[in-house]
Structures are given as structure tokens and as C-alpha cells.
């Protein structure tokens, strides 16, 4: 019974699969420079924020 029940599933999710509108290509270049972008601004704010934290970590540690 479970057997029949996934065999369902996958017919019915390969279906569901042939309604989707895929992006264009140019379109996914575009996504996937945007989603490069943000995650190198962030990797960039989160490593200054982090350095910025730390030093001052440090400097309360000289003070003590």
C-alpha cells in the first residue's frame, strides 16, 4: 500500500513539474548575479562588523 502511495507521488510531482515556467536563461544569469551580489555585501558587512567588534573586544581587554 505505502508502495502505491509513493509510485503517486512521484507521477504526480513529474506533472506538477511540466506546469512550472522556468526562468530564461538570461533571466537566470540576472537572478543568480543578484544572489552572488547580496551574499558578497553581506559576507563583506558581516567580516567588517566582526572586525570592528572584535578590536573593540580587545580594547576592553587592555583596559581590565
Not at 562588523?49 to 580587545?58: E, I, P, R, T
Request: hydrophobic share 50%; proline share 2%.
Amino acid at each position: 500500500m505505502s508502495k502505491n502511495i509513493i509510485i503517486k507521488y512521484a507521477i504526480d510531482s513529474f506533472h506538477e513539474l511540466k506546469k512550472v515556467t522556468w526562468p530564461t536563461r538570461n533571466q537566470a544569469l540576472k537572478l543568480t548575479a543578484i544572489v552572488l551580489g547580496f551574499s558578497l555585501f553581506m559576507a563583506l558587512s558581516i567580516g567588517i562588523f566582526d572586525a570592528l567588534f572584535n578590536s573593540g573586544y580587545k580594547y576592553l581587554l587592555t583596559l581590565s
